[in-house]
């Protein structure tokens, strides 16, 4: 959905420039003109955002195995670069204004034509915002904010026609307080893309929601480390299981676990669950299409050279004072049995 939204800003941003700059070449309005040619960075902006979404959604590969996500968080960055300057250029225009301050005057049609180009540019913004955030798409929030700009600019002059004759400051006050906005957004904005880029954890929202699903199957979990990739997170699990299961009984709990991570965690693209007391790992990626794959490794824990059978963490109890081994039976702890010469529990090797 994000991708349609983004190529609809385009469209309707490409549709008013092309209003603006024949309205104003008809009615001989530079300002008209001026905010014709302002709207040709919008679609700039927009553009950049449709680009980005659409590569983050290329399959991963061998250049980038973990996916294209990051490419819509750097169109998200660029976009709010680009309000950043807006936001300055704004307080230097206020600056401006109260040095020179001068009463407001455009003709009719310019008039229509701004207020028409509010509507459009309100609608897209709620849009836009409102996908953005449902989808976690930091381009899209960006743009969104980006085309709100504009609405208050022609906000400000519409108050500024109706008031300058009595309080005459009153535009480039407006036009202060709107740069300021614009600032702070940028800024906060700017933060949440760079916090991306560098590979910061999942939201604390998500992180609570694996632990509440890892509780409800009275599974213990050891550790707990996650990143956010543009609009999609990864998950890398450490979980206790009971050492008397067997091995298969292990991979069915790991493989129950993951599916429901996989089915309750929206944009939860890669997961891996290493079982820390059967030295077993499982990993799983769903790619943005088609259908998602896993694989698994044994005696991940064991030092290299040695390989892992599939047998739990040992077939045998053994005495840690004298060393007397005896097989380990299924179903049967170690610490039930005792050593015949030291009289105390046996461990599991």
């Not at 104003?24 to 003109?33: C, I, K, N, Q």
């Not at 996989?262 to 944009?267: G, H, L, P, S, V």
């Amino acid at each position: 959905m994000k991708e349609r939204i983004a190529l609809l800003s385009i469209t309707s941003n490409i549709f008013l420039t092309l209003i603006k700059i024949s309205a104003g070449f008809l009615s001989h309005s530079s300002a008209v003109l001026a905010e014709g040619f302002h709207s040709l960075t919008d679609v700039f902006s927009s553009f950049i955002g449709f680009l980005g979404i659409k590569i983050s959604k290329k399959p991963a590969d061998r250049k980038y195995p973990y996916g294209y996500f990051k490419f819509e968080v750097l169109a998200g960055f660029f976009i709010t670069l680009i309000l950043f300057i807006t936001g300055i250029f704004i307080f230097y225009e206020s600056y401006q204004k109260f040095l020179n301050p001068s009463r407001i005057s455009l003709p009719k049609i310019a008039l229509l034509v701004m207020a028409f180009s509010v509507l459009i540019n309100e609608i897209m913004s709620r849009l836009k915002i409102y996908y953005g955030r449902k989808e976690n798409s930091v381009a899209l929030i960006s743009d969104g904010f980006h085309s709100r700009v504009d609405v208050f600019s022609s906000l400000i002059v519409f108050l500024g026609l109706i008031f300058s004759q009595k309080f005459l400051f009153l535009d480039p006050i407006l036009s202060f307080l709107i740069g300021f906005y614009i600032i702070k957004e940028s800024l906060s904005l700017g933060k949440e893309a760079v916090d991306s880029l560098l590979d910061t954890s999942a939201p604390p929202e998500i992180e609570d929601k694996i632990r509440e699903i890892c509780r409800s199957e009275n599974i213990q979990l050891a550790d707990l480390r996650t990143q956010k990739r543009g609009s999609a997170f990864t998950a890398n699990l450490e979980i206790e299981l009971p050492k008397n299961l067997s091995v298969e009984e292990a991979e069915k709990v790991s493989e129950n676990l993951r599916k429901k991570l996989m089915a309750k965690i929206e944009n939860l693209v890669y997961l891996a669950i290493q079982i820390k007391s059967h030295q077993l790992e499982s990993n799983f990626y769903q790619p943005a299409f088609g259908q998602g794959f896993g694989w698994q490794r044994r005696g991940k824990f064991r030092k290299e050279g040695e390989r892992g059978e599939g047998k739990g963490p040992s077939d045998y109890c053994v005495c840690p004072k004298c060393g007397y081994k005896t097989e380990h039976k299924r179903g049967i702890p170690c610490r039930t049995l005792t050593c015949p010469n030291c009289h105390i529990p046996l461990q599991r090797e």
